[in-house]
C-alpha cells in the first residue's frame, strides 16, 4: 500500500488505511513473539494499542540510512517505507532542464572535491569565486552562496534569467523568496507529513538560531531521505565544515523548509 501522504496517528479517520497498518503490523507481533500483542483488525480505529504497536515496532526496527526510527508511535514516511517496503514511498530523481543544470554543476563541484584554501577560513579560489558571485567578500560563510553560484552559472549557459535571489544568507534567503521571486516554499511540517511534495533541485533551509543557518540542494528524494549536495560542510554535515560534499539528511532534520524555483 502506498504512504497516503500524511503522518498517521492516533484519531486517523481512513479505516483502510488503518487496518492495512494493523495488518503489517500484526505479521511483525507474530516474529517478534509478541501475540499478546495483536491487533484487531475488524476493528478500524487507530487506538492506544496500535500505537503501543507501532512504537515496539519501530524500537526494533531501522530507517531506509540505517538510523533508529523515533519511536513516537506515529507513522510518518520512514516508519511506513521500514513496514510496507521501499515500494510503497515516493522516489523523486526527475526535475526541469534548468534545475538539472543546476544540479550537474552542483555534483562537478562535489566530484572534484573543492575544499575550502586554507582549512577553516571560507577562503579559496572556488570558495572566492562563490561568494563573489553571490556580491560578498571573501572570508563569510557560502553554503547559500555556492548554491547561487550554481544557479547563475546554469543560468548564462542556457541564457535565461536567474530566478534565485542574490544572497549568501540563508535565513535572508528563505524570508525574500517568496515576495522578491514568487519562488514556493514548503514547511517543515507539510514535508514531513507528505515527502513527495520535496522534489530534486528544490533548496533546504535549516535554521540553528541566532541568525544562523544551513541549506543545500537536493538531488534526489527516496521516501523520507532527501540526498543532497551542499557547500561549506563535511561528513558530520556541519554549516562550517569546509568543502562541497554528497550527503543524506532526513526530511525530518530539516527545521525550517524548502525552497522551490521549479516553475520560475
Known sequence: MRYPGRI??????????????????????????????????????FDAATKQAVMLFQSQKVDSSGVPLKTDGQVGSLTWEALFGEE????NVNTTEFLSRVLAIAGDAAD??????????????????????????????????????????????????????????????WNRCVKEKGARRITSAQAIADPSLIQPGMIFVMDHGGGLGHSGMIE?????IIFTIEGNTDASKTREGGGVYRLSRKIADINKGFIDYSGL
Open 220 to 224: 534526489s528524494v527516496a521516501g523520507g
Open 112 to 173: 572534484k572535491k573543492v575544499v575550502e584554501q586554507p582549512r577553516n577560513s571560507n577562503k579559496g579560489p572556488e570558495v572566492d569565486e562563490y561568494l563573489r558571485t553571490a556580491g560578498k567578500p571573501s572570508g563569510l560563510a557560502w553554503c547559500v552562496a555556492f548554491i547561487y553560484y550554481c544557479f547563475n552559472t546554469a543560468a548564462t549557459a542556457l541564457q535565461r534569467s536567474n530566478p534565485m535571489v542574490k544572497t549568501a544568507g540563508v535565513l535572508d534567503h
Open 88 to 91: 510503497s514511498v515516493v522516489r
Open 8 to 45: 498517521i496517528k492516533i484519531g486517523e479517520s481512513d479505516t483502510k488505511v488503518v487496518i492495512a497498518l494493523k495488518k503489517e503490523l500484526n505479521k511483525m507481533l507474530v516474529i517478534s513473539r509478541q501475540p499478546s500483542l495483536k491487533l484487531d483488525t475488524s476493528q478500524p480505529e
